[in-house]
């Protein structure tokens, strides 16, 4: 029972000061924030991203467009993909950084 509690303890302080979010991305944050702030802050960035890709957003075009259309594949793989970079700039202007 020692044995495990010393692992709980060290597990519990290797992740201290890192949280996970979205896409499986591991960020570290500052040390004067909490998890409360981490999750406001992702939150607000993320808005912030998707309000940026607003034109790039998923079904846009009043006419479906066939099931795997590259085109279509091709626009969401972008619109994901600055999305993601957006979060990642905007939480590093705010002091995190990716671990």
Do not use: K
Not at 3 to 29: H, K
Not at 67 to 89: C, G, L, W, Y
Request: proline share 6%; glycine share 8%.
């Amino acid at each position: 029972m020692i044995g495990s509690s010393a692992g709980m303890a060290l597990l519990l302080l290797a992740l201290m000061g890192c949280a996970s979010r979205g896409n499986g991305t591991v960020w570290a944050m500052p040390a004067d924030r909490t998890q409360a702030d981490f999750d406001q802050d992702w939150h607000r960035c993320a808005v912030h991203s998707q309000l940026a890709n607003e034109g790039w957003s998923y079904g846009q075009s009043p006419f479906p467009s066939p099931p795997n259309d590259p085109r279509q594949n091709t626009e969401r793989f972008f619109a994901h993909t600055s999305t993601n970079a957006m979060i990642e700039t905007c939480m590093a202007s705010r002091g995190y950084r990716v671990e």
